[in-house]
């Protein structure tokens, strides 16, 4: 009798034991389906906005002043970054944040044309000559957006955007003051010209990058216009470009989120810098470039970013990026010339 209940309870026992096990089992495969999901969400990419309403939200007394939908639009990047699904995820150390690498590469494209229109509205867009003093808000919110884009705590990433944010704020709201005079927004074609210069830059990066998913032999540049033996052993060397498989994704994504911030600030543009635009003849130019870039947002049907060869049986979605990219560069190299004419 007790050979038989030392038998029962030792088959209960391991009963007991696997019924535990496909508890646990369970919980993690309902925890793993709840992370994918949420996943996904967090992935998806934020919605456009309207430049012009998030002006008048800014205003609180009659029309938007010059300069206001600038600094509107940069404010409105600046918490979507922070306040979309998810918040900010590029900093995540738990999941499923610390899964994803697509949103948090959108994420430092949205980052980059902040951090160059926040240097651009420092020094030049908002004092009338070089020797003219900074705004203070301004100076300190500049430094707080280039701070450290993955810090998790001590302090945190969104810690220190929030407070540039709200020295942002600080100066909008001084901006749109009638009953102050110490913030200024000089919308000067010179000024458009120095800030879309930086925009070409970042852009003919990008559109190289977006190439080398298929692989290219390019010329050494590092010393073009240089003479020289020195000039002559390294520029002429070619060399093999190629992106790494892992990056395909995360270069693209970046280059979502760079022409995505990007278009909303060409938009704020067209309204503060007008008058700027029509005397030289440039403001089509200008619509052009917006609808380049409008091309780069259509919906990605692919649940993957294809990396097919050019003229290959799949699509790849790099090049196609490339191609926008490249043809906005060159209409933003037009408008900076019609910009310098006088």
Do not use: C
Not at 135 to 149: R, S, T
Request: aromatic residues 8%.
């Amino acid at each position: 009798m007790e050979r038989l209940e030392r038998i029962w309870l030792g088959i209960w026992d391991r009963f007991a034991t696997a019924r535990k096990l496909q508890l646990v089992l369970l919980v993690l495969i309902i925890w793993l389906l709840v992370s994918l999901g949420v996943g996904v969400w967090w992935s998806s990419e934020p919605d456009r906005f309207d430049v012009v309403r998030e002006a008048n939200a800014q205003t609180t007394t009659g029309k938007p002043v010059t300069g206001t939908h600038t600094v509107a639009t940069l404010i409105t990047l600046g918490n979507t970054l922070l306040d979309k699904p998810g918040g900010y995820l590029s900093n995540d150390r738990l999941p499923p944040g610390i899964w994803l690498d697509n949103m948090p590469a959108w994420e430092f494209g949205v980052l980059v044309q902040m951090r160059d229109m926040g240097r651009s509205l420092r020094k030049s867009m908002s004092r009338s000559q070089s020797q003219s003093t900074e705004d203070p808000a301004l100076a300190k919110a500049e430094p707080l957006l280039h701070f450290n884009n993955n810090s998790w705590i001590l302090p945190s990433t969104e810690g220190e955007y929030r407070k540039a944010i709200n020295l942002l704020q600080d100066y909008a709201d001084r901006l749109s003051d009638e009953n102050q005079s110490n913030a200024q927004f000089y919308a000067r074609a010179d000024n458009l010209r120095d800030w879309l210069g930086d925009v070409s830059t970042r852009l003919g990066s990008l559109s190289q990058r977006l190439s080398a998913s298929v692989g290219q032999r390019r010329v050494n540049t590092d010393l073009a216009g240089e003479t020289g033996a020195r000039q002559s052993t390294v520029s002429d060397t070619e060399i093999d470009v190629r992106t790494p498989w892992l990056e395909i994704d995360n270069v693209f994504y970046e280059a979502r989120g760079t022409t995505w911030a990007l278009l909303h600030l060409l938009e704020a543009v067209e309204q503060d810098f007008g008058e700027a635009l029509d005397r030289k003849g440039a403001r089509a130019s200008l619509r052009q470039i917006i609808r380049e870039l409008e091309s780069t947002q259509s919906t990605l049907w692919s649940p993957m970013v294809l990396n097919g060869t050019e003229f290959g049986f799949l699509a790849n979605h790099s090049l196609v990026m490339a191609s926008y990219i490249s043809r906005a560069n060159a209409a933003i190299i037009d408008l900076r010339d019609l910009l310098a004419q006088g």
